[in-house]
Structure formats: structure tokens, C-alpha cells
């Protein structure tokens, strides 16, 4: 997903990240959870998002079905994934087999950042599976307290003594952190619909029809409210960077290097070498007899 994003013209590697964030994350969600949910062939299940007035009533039936499933996914997935977070194995065996073979000696030094794109989707995929499954198999609550507990612990160590950020992001990722919350609630009332129409409650189903709405509208305030502070930065914020760069010593140089810092190839005299310059001389003479023996 990262070359993905690359490819699709970010340039900054926080925009890179990001986008590969939100790609993993969708990617995620509907190849796990619709494809375990609504199996079948590629066609049904697309089929069931076309006719929507169906929606409530297959995923009633198809998502408590899958409860055991995601419940041993949890345990197996989450706990695991955690547990080798700590450990990091698999760059440690990266690494020394870039020492042996590769040469690189000094790599062991290199700090790792934080994979943002790898991470939050995951983390906020068992978080749709708690709101989704809360009121249809809470048994599955107990493995996600112990997950989110174990990863609290976890990656508290791992970004205080491991990770080092390449970037600031200025809580950029959490937007995407909201959307899928209410993406979550959203498929859980629509759930909760289904199934109460199945078991023939139209008092409860339409008591729950108000949710959703309510949803989105609470989405379009904080869209509004909260979303332009994540998009830039605070005046504080920049007050307190010009202030740091004011009493920075090496801002002076910094300042200076700008100025030649980049130089349009276009407009950069052309450099000959050796060679080159004879080649040209030769060249230049043979034009200039080609010229002369024309007159």
C-alpha cells in the first residue's frame, strides 16, 4: 500500500502514510469481515449492496453466524500480533541478514518508526468488531480487553523505548480513527434493525431507526467542528516553532544554505570534462571548416 500511495502522487511521507493507512484499512475491513460474513462468490456479495432494503435483514443473518470466528481471530490475530510486536523477530532476522550478507555494519544502528499504516487499522478493525458484536456474542468482549490491555502495555514500551517518528503528524490519523467509529455504529444499528425485524419486534426496530440518523448528523458536526484543526496546524503551534528556529544558532546557516539550496538545471552552467571539452573543440572547429568551405 505504500507503493500505491507513492504511485498515486504523494509526495510527503506523512500524506504517504496516511493514504496507505486508509487503503489497509478498508482493504481490511471488507476482506475480512464481508468476506467471512457474506460468503459466497464476489458477485453475491455485491449484489447484496445493490439492493440496500435486503442489507438489514442478510447481515442479521450472516453476522452472528460468524461469531466464533471472529472471536478465535481475535485470540489467534490480536494476542499473537501483539506478542510479536514485542519481540520483533522478524526484523531482527531482517536485520542480521542484511549485516552478513549485504555488509551493512552500521545497520543495527538504524531506529525504527513507527508503521502507522500496518498498525491502526488493525487496532481500529477489533475495535469494529466490539461495537458490531457487543450485543450479538459478548463473549468476544473479554479477548478485546485483553488485546487493547496487552497492546496499552505493549506499545507504550514500543514508542517510549523503540520507535523513533520520522514526522510529526499533528493528529492527522485521527479523523480516519473517527470515520470508521461511526462506520462502525452505523453497521451495528443497521444490524440491530435486521435482526429485530427478524424476530418480529417492530417497536424495537423502529425505535432504532432514529439512531443512525443521529449518527450522521453527530459525524456532520464534528466534520465541521473539528475536522479544520486537523487539516492545519494551530497558530500556537506555529508561534512556538518560529520562537525555537528565533533561538536556534543554526538557523543563520540554515538561512544562508537556502539560497543555492536548489538551482534550476536548466539555468546551471554546463560542466565538461576532460573528454568532453576536446570532443566539443574538435566539434566545434569541424563546424566551423564545414561552414567556412560552404562560403
Not at 112 to 136: A, D, M, R, W
Not at 188 to 213: D, E, Q
Not at 229 to 258: C, G, V
Request: aromatic residues 14%; contains cysteine; proline residues 6%.
Amino acid at each position: 500500500m505504500i507503493t500505491l500511495s507513492s504511485i498515486q502522487g504523494y509526495i510527503a511521507l506523512s500524506q504517504i502514510e496516511k493514504s496507505a493507512c486508509t487503503k489497509v484499512l478498508w482493504f481490511t475491513i471488507w476482506n475480512i469481515f464481508f468476506a467471512n460474513v457474506l460468503s459466497g462468490s464476489a458477485l453475491y456479495r455485491v449484489n447484496v449492496f445493490l439492493e440496500p432494503k435486503n442489507i438489514p435483514s442478510v447481515l442479521a443473518v450472516a453476522v452472528p453466524g460468524q461469531a466464533s470466528f471472529f472471536i478465535a481471530y481475535v485470540v489467534t490475530s490480536g494476542w499473537t500480533s501483539t506478542s510479536s510486536e514485542l519481540f520483533r523477530l522478524i526484523p531482527f532476522i531482517c536485520s542480521s541478514i542484511k549485516r552478513v550478507f549485504c555488509g551493512e555494519a552500521d545497520h543495527h544502528s538504524e531506529v525504527p518508526s513507527i508503521p502507522y499504516h500496518s498498525e491502526i487499522p488493525q487496532i481500529v478493525f477489533f475495535g469494529l468488531l466490539g461495537i458490531t458484536y457487543f450485543f450479538l456474542a459478548p463473549l468476544i468482549l473479554p479477548f478485546l480487553l485483553v488485546y487493547y490491555s496487552l497492546g496499552y502495555i505493549v506499545y507504550r514500551n514500543q514508542l517510549l523505548n523503540v520507535y523513533s517518528p520520522k514526522f510529526e503528524t499533528g493528529g492527522k490519523f485521527w479523523p480516519i480513527m473517527h470515520v470508521s467509529t461511526i462506520f462502525s455504529l452505523l453497521l451495528m444499528h443497521i444490524i440491530a434493525i435486521g435482526i429485530f425485524g427478524l424476530k418480529k419486534l417492530p417497536l424495537a426496530s423502529g425505535l432504532m431507526v432514529p439512531l443512525p440518523v443521529l449518527t450522521i448528523i453527530f459525524n456532520s458536526y464534528c466534520q465541521r467542528r473539528f475536522l479544520p484543526m486537523f487539516k492545519a496546524y494551530s497558530a500556537e503551534s506555529l508561534i512556538k516553532k518560529d520562537r525555537d528556529d528565533e533561538n536556534d544558532p543554526t538557523m543563520a546557516d540554515f538561512h544562508d544554505k537556502l539560497a543555492s539550496a536548489y538551482q534550476d538545471p536548466v539555468l546551471m552552467p554546463i560542466q565538461y570534462s576532460g573528454s568532453n571539452r576536446t570532443e566539443f573543440q574538435i566539434l566545434s572547429v569541424s563546424c566551423s571548416d564545414a561552414i567556412g568551405g560552404g562560403r
